[in-house]
């Protein structure tokens, strides 16, 4: 089975062809990234009209990739939420209308949902059940997976979520948009320790995270003369040790607390490098193992979409062709998402 | 020539099924987005006159202007039916729609565009053509006058009713698929059908947000 896969959730519009027997075929992936940059973040309207321009170009790019024509495709997956509301009614606008043309099958999928499996799209993948840290620019979540769509939530934050605390921070040192890659590049020039900043909520015996404060003591850092030169490099090493030292040490214990040794990480943050190596270290130590998705497949994209579509389509959470209906979920808690409901 | 038509510029939904010459049209005032009824709708539309998807010559939609998150949900519906087909759209002005909806004659259209501006446009109705005498454009209504008067419809006019004086005011006239359709039939017949990915919307507001550099121009912060 062929499984078309479409995410327009935020500022990227990514598609993807995935193939239930033979794996991934294809992937395809517009980032807004530059455009939104002249604006400081993220602008939705622009987004949406961005996503709209893109879908078919780069749907006929997979195809082309795959050596597939469009009466291959036998069932569509499209991130309905969380997200953006004008972002996500385009791609589920799109794939609704494609598959009543087609006469195939609709997938709603829960964005976070795409990100929590997309390791298992890896040559080496973990196996049920794992802890999975999903750490974006708009979640920062600690999860217990049992199956497909059997997720529990053991801990999340209190207020930003980790990558948005490094996109505030990276703002506040006058680097530019999208902040965490940029700040990461400044700290391996700086040394952590020189400044110090909190480690918030590090021990406090649970699994919640808060990232606010730590981006008010940068504020007041930056306030004190610290955010230029030599010394802002100094204040970014730190920081990005403050939020890897809080975030692997809560992996770890959540580990610990479910009796797991794997650890899935998931969501853009996870491409930072201090995190990988601190994880990995941790998780060597204690006997455990670290998943990541591949590097291209960390940020959104469509194929972690595709993927999970498939998953529950093999799962046997495949409903009959849909009757055109869609709607949908800009705010949608995964914990809402079920298991696979097995169709006679 | 058969072609299937999508409006949603408004909140007044519709979709129509153009059949050599007659139209069926499912239509309703539903405030929050269209998106559970429009593909149900064209579904019921083809079984009641017996016609499949694949019989269709095109597609057609309102394409602006009008609510954004509304054309993209016409567009999008749109472009993904069409592109699976394998079959042309034609994007339609929702303000010669609207018109056309007002009968033969010369008409001033103004839609409510909200943040105090509207959408104008200036059309002359001729049985089933529509030409522009004034293009569309996003405006603050009292920014603009058209004289002499001719007859007015759309809802801009009861929005903003102080700084537009209406002579022969139509109530009631929405952009509607019926008449996209009825836009669409000819300049499909005439080969002027896009391909899916060129059918886009028409905003005409195009300034939507401010770059950090405007900003901080005008005394803002980062
Ligand atoms: N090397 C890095 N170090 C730190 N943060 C990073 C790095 N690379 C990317 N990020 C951060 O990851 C975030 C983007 O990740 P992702 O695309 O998964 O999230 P999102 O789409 O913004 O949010 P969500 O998926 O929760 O809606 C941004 O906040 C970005 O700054």
């Known amino acids: 089975m062929l499984v078309l896969g479409i995410e327009s959730s935020c500022d990227e519009t990514g598609l993807a062809l995935y193939d239930t027997d033979r794996g991934l075929l294809a992937h395809a992936l517009h980032s807004q990234v530059a455009m939104h940059e002249d604006y400081g973040g993220v602008v939705p309207e622009l987004a949406s009209r961005d996503h709209i321009r893109r879908l078919i170009p780069l749907l006929e790019a997979v195809l082309t990739e795959a050596t597939c024509t469009r009466k291959d495709i036998d069932a569509i997956a499209y991130t309905a939420g969380p997200g953006l509301a004008g972002a996500l009614l385009v791609g589920a606008s799109f794939a609704e209308g494609l598959a009543g043309a087609l006469g195939v099958l609709t997938l709603p999928i829960h964005h976070l949902e795409g990100h929590l499996l997309s390791p298992l799209l890896a040559a080496e993948r973990p196996k049920f059940p794992f802890i999975a840290l999903l750490v974006s620019g708009g979640h920062t979540q600690l999860m217990r997976v049992n199956a497909i769509g059997d997720y529990e939530l053991l801990g999340e934050s209190l207020d930003d979520a980790a990558g948005e605390a490094f996109d505030k921070t990276a703002k506040l040192l006058g680097l530019g948009y999208p902040g965490g890659p940029a700040l990461a590049r400044l700290a391996e020039q700086g040394q952590a320790g020189r400044i110090t900043l909190p480690r918030p909520m590090l021990h406090s015996g649970d699994l919640s995270f808060s990232f606010s404060g730590l981006k008010t003591a940068v504020l007041t850092a930056v306030r004190n003369g610290l955010g230029a030169g030599t010394q802002a490099a100094d204040l970014a090493a730190e920081f990005q040790e403050a939020v890897t030292d809080v975030l692997a040490a809560k992996a770890l214990a959540a580990c610990k607390a479910n009796g797991m040794r794997q650890l899935v990480v998931a969501g853009g943050v996870g491409a930072n490098r201090r995190l990988r190596e601190k994880l990995d270290a941790a998780f060597s130590h204690f006997r455990g193992r670290v998943f990541y998705p591949e590097l291209a497949l960390c940020t959104d994209n469509g194929a972690m979409i595709a993927f999970c579509g498939a998953q529950r389509l093999l799962a046997g959470d495949a409903p009959v062709v849909g009757t055109g209906t869609f709607a949908i979920r800009p705010r949608w808690p995964l914990a809402d998402l079920a298991r696979p409901v097995l169709t006679a | ?222």
């Open chain 2, 1 to 222: 020539m058969k072609l299937l038509a999508f409006e949603t510029s408004t909140r007044w939904i519709s979709v129509a099924l153009w059949c050599d010459g007659a139209c069926l049209e499912r239509r309703e005032e539903l405030p929050n987005s269209g998106s559970e009824h429009l593909l149900p709708w064209a579904h019921a539309l083809l079984a009641e006159a017996g016609v499949a998807l694949t019989q269709l010559d095109g597609l057609a939609f309102g394409a602006g202007p009008g609510g954004f998150t509304g054309l993209r949900l016409a567009c999008g519906v749109t472009q993904g039916l069409a592109w699976g087909l394998d079959k042309p759209v034609v994007p339609v002005s929702t303000l010669a729609a609207l018109a056309l909806n007002a009968g033969d004659g010369d008409i001033w259209t103004v839609l409510d565009a909200r943040m105090n501006e509207v959408y104008s446009g200036v059309y002359r109705v001729a049985g089933d053509t529509v030409s522009e005498l004034s293009p569309p454009v996003c405006v603050p209504p009292g920014q603009i006058a058209v004289s002499p008067a001719p007859t007015c419809g759309g809802d801009g006019f009861i929005s903003y009713a102080e700084a537009l004086p209406r002579s022969s005011f139509i109530p009631d006239l929405w952009p509607t698929a019926a008449a996209v359709a009825r836009l669409a039939a000819p300049a499909l017949a005439r080969g002027e059908g896009l391909h899916a990915a060129a059918a886009q919307p028409l905003y005409v507001r195009d300034k939507v947000a401010l770059t950090t550099a405007e900003r901080l121009a005008r005394g803002g912060v980062r």
